[in-house]
């Protein structure tokens, strides 16, 4: 297997590329090479989801200074969930370099979410262990937390609820929804939401629903304060 358009694709250099070839080894094609030195990807995966967990942990404890403990995690447990896993493996084309057994091929392996997720957590232990955590941070930064500053997660966060957090250190602050748009044909609609303090508008959100298009409108309240 040829990691060269990979590692281009990545701007990363491997020290010890064994380390990265046993990254994209399934326990199949080990199992079809008993003869030859390989080694599957499955230690690799479990130092990988560990070292994952505390980058991930690290990014949002620093990006989000007033979610309280219980928001942190549902947030970090649906960014290193096996869904959010394999759109990342994806988006590098993992499965292109993944060493399979005939058999496992054959079923579409390649395309096993459980597989791709796998894939992804070994190769973070395996920059982990080449590199050190700060390469992996920089992995992460390029990779991984774009997608949570673009929202792709939000679905795992309460904004109005952290939102309601932080004006109740203030008593004279009313906080109050609207919608003050709807648009769009009804199978397609997209709603506009107004989040106003104390009667002015602190946060403009946009969504398919009125929660969603409230949930973001409180999320750009939360950036501004």
Do not use: W
């Not at 791709?116 to 070994?122: G, I, K, P, R, T």
């Not at 004006?167 to 602050?173: D, P, S």
């Amino acid at each position: 297997m040829d990691f060269k358009p990979l590692l281009k694709q990545l701007g990363i250099n491997f020290n010890d590329e064994t380390i990265l070839y046993q990254a994209f080894t399934h326990s199949s094609y080990v199992n079809e090479h008993r003869n030859q030195a390989y080694q599957d990807n499955e230690r690799l995966e479990f130092l990988g989801d560990a070292v994952l967990e505390l980058g991930v942990s690290q990014y949002l404890y620093r990006i989000y200074p007033k979610m309280a403990e219980g928001e942190l995690t549902k947030l970090r447990a649906s960014i290193v969930c096996e869904p959010a896993l394999v759109g990342f493996a994806n988006k590098l084309s993992f499965d292109r370099y993944v060493l399979l057994g005939k058999g496992e091929e054959r079923t579409g392996g390649r395309k096993r979410p459980a597989l791709l997720a796998d894939v992804f957590e070994a190769f973070i232990g395996a920059l982990y262990l080449d590199q050190g955590f700060f390469v992996v941070l920089e992995f992460l930064e390029r990779y991984v937390f774009p997608e949570v500053e673009k929202g792709a997660f939000s679905h795992a966060m309460d904004y109005k609820s952290q939102l309601q957090e932080v004006i109740q250190q203030n008593r004279h602050t009313e906080i109050e929804y609207e919608i003050v748009e709807e648009k769009g044909p009804a199978h397609d609609r997209e709603f506009i939401a107004n989040v106003s303090l104390n009667a002015e508008v602190a946060g403009v959100g946009h969504g398919r629903t009125k929660k969603e298009a409230e949930q973001r409108a409180a999320k750009k309240a939360l950036d501004q304060l």
